[in-house]
């Protein structure tokens, strides 16, 4: 990788004229990030997943010369209720995905790479591919799910220490208002933390009860860029490995 490649702007495809856009999508790879509308605390913004996944994604394409998508901000976030939360259902959202893949391989891409920063959205992203395969046109491009989390040594939270500091990077947060929120003990069992996840993915609130899982206090910008280049980085060496493969190959989906 080249010095400083994460720095380099990558606006989307969007922001070019249709002949442009036509020949940077043809034969190309389109990364397209997938977030949230929701709460995420006092200290951040309720369109935190959205832009954490479009800084990933603009960092993966800054690294791939992958095209970069607009992201689709709204995602299945019900459990975040009765905090803000403006969600999709997670047939409408995979139906979707599956219909800007139909578009792009009507453009001639050849894969499309989501990279999903809601929890919620996994469960649904996951099954993207049955819906992709049944599709005339999506299923003639080849499709790789992406939760980012996945990608980074640190320890997955929702607008905690690893989040938060995801966010700082991203020159979004508000640290005076920064809280501990609920964290799990050290002596918790793993057939605990399944239980409470469950739990959580049912009704968010009633395990973290003000809108924080982890603590924000102690997170850094420093910390978040460090996140943010080994995320990117691991990301598009896996996108590399899946979409190298030829065209005419049946698309597949792969789960993280």
């Known amino acids: ?68 998508l607009p992201p689709v901000s709204y995602g299945a976030s019900f459990e975040h209720a009765p905090r803000l939360n403006m969600s999709i259902r997670g047939h409408v959202l995979r139906s979707l995905v599956a219909d800007i893949a139909a578009s792009l391989a009507d453009a001639g891409s050849r894969g499309l790479v989501v990279i999903n920063g809601h929890y919620g959205n996994q469960r649904h992203l996951a099954r993207l591919g049955k819906k992709i395969r049944g599709h005339a046109t999506a299923r003639t491009i080849r499709c790789v799910v992406v939760p980012y989390w996945d990608f980074m040594s640190a320890k997955f939270d929702h607008a905690g220490h690893t989040e938060t500091s995801l966010m700082l990077a991203c020159g979004q947060a508000d640290m005076r208002k920064a809280k501990r929120g609920f964290v799990e003990p050290d002596s918790i069992t793993p057939s605990q933390h399944r239980a409470l996840s469950r739990r959580a993915s049912a009704s968010f609130m009633s395990v973290a009860s003000n809108g924080i899982w982890g603590d924000p206090r102690s997170a850094t910008r420093a910390g978040g860029l460090l996140l943010l280049d080994e995320i990117a980085d691991k990301i598009a060496r896996m996108c590399r490995n899946e979409l190298r493969t030829q065209r005419s190959k049946r698309p597949r989906r792969v789960q993280i």
């Open 1 to 68: 990788m080249a010095k400083g490649s994460h720095k380099k702007t990558v606006p989307p495809v969007t922001s070019q004229s249709d002949a442009n856009a036509r020949k940077i999508l043809r034969g190309s790879v389109a990364v397209l990030p997938v977030g949230s509308i929701e709460q995420h605390g006092d200290h951040l913004p309720v369109s935190t997943d959205s832009d954490i996944a479009t800084t990933v994604s603009a960092r993966v394409c800054a690294v791939t010369g992958y095209a970069m």
